[in-house]
């Protein structure tokens, strides 16, 4: 994950609070979908970022899901989100994404 | 669904992008502190 955008949350959740803070992701490439899914939950798998050894366990979601999208206005939904929708496969992001917030009890809350 | 938290949205230049994840959960009331679009290579 971007050695700058860990530096980023790092910094926000020392500021707020990592319990206030909820992550949603964009990646539709499994590889790097769950590269930052374990990075934002526990730590920079590389060790080359701020969030090396720095389990924030932020509970971790997609754009795509059905539970984020179906609480999005349905014209937004469908204007931004219909063709990605379409190409990716959202079954298998559903899939990943509720295996990391099983393994870091980070259901939602 | 996000009620009362802030929401970090991490897009991806292939997938779904940081603004449009943004913009979407902005639109249902959610409180963005942090976007960014990231190229996973």
Known sequence: MDLENQAAIRRLADEVGADTLVVVLGATEMQGLELAASTLTDGDPSYAGALAGVSLRLPVYHILEAGVRGGLPADVAEEQLGMAAMVADVDQIEAAMGRFRSAVGAAPR | ?41
């Open chain 2, 1 to 41: 669904m996000f009620e009362g938290r802030k929401v970090i949205a991490i897009g991806e230049r292939d997938g779904v992008s940081g603004p449009v994840i943004a913009e979407c959960l902005r639109a249902a009331g959610a409180e963005v502190v942090f976007e960014a679009t990231e190229c996973f290579v």
